[in-house]
T-cell receptor
Framework: AQTVTQSQPEMSVQEAETVTLSCTYD???????LFWYKQPPSRQMILVIR??????QNATENRFSVNFQKAAKSFSLKISDSQLGDAAMYFC???????????FGTGTRLTIIP | ETGVTQTPRHLVMGMTNKKSLKCEQH?????MYWYKQSAKKPLELMFV???????ENNSVPSRFSPECPNSSHLFLHLHTLQPEDSALYLC?????????????????FGPGTRLTVL
């Protein structure tokens, strides 16, 4: 079974600085998808960024980028120029090719220090 | 209404009560999901409905009973719950391809129902 591990329960970063959230996963599949979801306090979970395993190029969405290391089964999220609105729980998730099931990590709570 | 909505947002019930959680998606998706979110644990997938057919039942106790009358609505019927069932219950939807085909589409989540079992 696939597993997703987020080893940082909490992280904090100064506003305008850069922070990296870690995620590792375990799978025997070669084709899959990886996601980072954000869950602000008392608000809905939304997708931040996604990566297809067959793409070597790291995904980027504005201030958010990933470092995808397929051989190491690592998928970290970098947030540049951190803003107060980035404060949230961040969940890493894995999805098999051709399967609708998402497997989530335990999450990292990110605090932004003004 | 847009996106995925859930009602009620908060629910307190006794162990002998029967209640239902409702989820509605306004995105035209064909797959819907129930997740349980407990503190310091990964989101647990409970049920998946794809084209209104249940495709996943993740060893969920029978005191949780899902119902998917159409592709826009999903219910979770609750009865004889235990205090450890207290959690945030999230509904999600997505547009999925046929079984075996690639599906890159994100899941859209509702705001959740905060359930407390006394």
């Amino acid at each position: 079974a696939q597993t997703v591990t987020q080893s940082q329960p909490e992280m904090s970063v100064q506003e305008a600085e850069t922070v990296t959230l870690s995620c590792t996963y375990d799978t025997s599949e070669s084709d899959y998808y990886l996601f980072w979801y954000k869950q602000p306090p008392s608000r809905q979970m939304i997708l931040v960024i996604r990566q297809e395993a067959y793409k070597q190029q790291n995904a980027t969405e504005n201030r958010f980028s990933v470092n995808f290391q397929k051989a190491a089964k690592s998928f970290s999220l970098k947030i540049s120029d951190s803003q107060l609105g980035d404060a949230a729980m961040y969940f890493c998730a894995y999805k098999d090719f051709g399967n609708e099931k998402l497997t989530f990590g335990t999450g990292t709570r990110l605090t932004i220090i003004p | 209404e847009t996106g995925v909505t859930q009602t009620p947002r908060h629910l307190v019930m006794g162990m002998t009560n029967k209640k239902s959680l409702k989820c509605e998606q306004h995105l035209g998706h064909n797959a819907m999901y129930w997740y349980k979110q407990s503190a310091k644990k990964p989101l647990e997938l409970m049920f998946v409905y794809n084209f209104k057919e249940q495709t996943e039942n993740n060893s969920v106790p029978s005191r949780f009973s899902p119902e998917c009358p159409n592709s826009s609505h999903l219910f979770l019927h609750l009865h004889t719950l235990q205090p450890e069932d207290s959690a945030l219950y999230l509904c999600a939807s997505s547009q999925e391809g046929l079984a075996g085909l690639s599906s890159y589409n994100e899941q859209f989540f509702g705001p959740g129902t905060r359930l407390t079992v006394l």
